[in-house]
DNA sequence: ACGGTTGATGGCAGGAGCTGACATCGTCCC
DNA sequence: GGGACGATGTCAGCTCCTGCCATCAACCGT
């Protein structure tokens, strides 16, 4: 066997969840949880930009598959639709993991600073989407409002999702979300 | 006169943005800031929560603006369109300030700490925005997301009218994004 | 006029986040 | 068998940020 157990990367995660769930976030130090996950505070640096990023390493994942399921549209499909078909990859990905999201999403909700981490993330995932769209031919600023648009239901959505009763699927509230939106803006 | 120089926190907000500008956010110390302003580093941190705050002293402003014109729609207006109105009102403000604002968003761009609590800001906006739609009546989620996808609008036209030539007023641009907006829900 | 209160500031100690430089030591490859 | 490699440990140090107490002019009531 190794030198080292295996996963470091991992446990860490495991370990940063835990300590952020048990005692808060601010509350947690760095040494904490390298300590929990048998590491020191400097490997968990070396695995993690900051003590916020432990918290968010699904989202590169998160965004693959989003860009996928944008590019994997039909040619024709008017961007909204590329992006509605994304956000329906996003949200049956999520709805495999329900218990883990809801414990993340309360940890991430009562602290500021992982609330402005989440939102960079999101940002990130507009980004991405836009530039999908753009290679699909839609133009700017078309392009961009699109994935704007398409995160502000994921965001609507996901918090009710969250908050919400376990039989309502994520997928769902999306398309819910989604008709809302198109009906808003016709100015209903 | 007073024991102290005037104005202390606006000292410290003009030091930080001149700082920040000539050698970068992340290689300004808070302690530089404050010298500058002719304060200590501790002062600094009486009138700003940290480092990144004192860039944002305007947005409580912007806000206060912003929900004022959504008030201030006719009472029949669509949500969207009450919206509307409440971007107007910070196109316009931001106009007079576009100096201003071009230097201290050339400083945000660039560091990621920054378009992070700029990320927070928007939402804070948001859910001002969505907050006094509920209260003309406007149910959820269509509150929310008509305040999302208006923050939406501002974002690209923002980032267009800050980037782009000195002739398109922002105000306009918001007006375009809103109706590229609407073409893209509606499916075009 | 005098004394107490208030409010903005300074000084200092200290914890926590984060980084750079160097050491350690199994593993792998030639 | 030896050297390169890679994950981890150790340590020093900077910066951000906070708590606590001191200072001192302005203000206020008597």
Redesign the interface.
Known sequence: MGRWQPNARGRLEQAALDLYVERGFAQTTVTEIAGRAGLTERTFFRHFADKREVLFSGSAELQELLVAAVNGAPEGA????AVAAGLDAIGDLMQERRPYARRRQSVITAN?EL???E??KL?TLSAATAEALHRRGVAE??A???A??GI??F??AFG?WVGGPDDKELAQLMRE?LA?????????
């Open positions: 008017a961007p909204i639709d500021t609330r402005e981490r939102l960079i940002a600023p078309a961009s409002l699109a704007e648009a502000a239901v965001r609507i009710r979300s809302e939106l198109k009906a808003v803006a016709a100015g209903a």
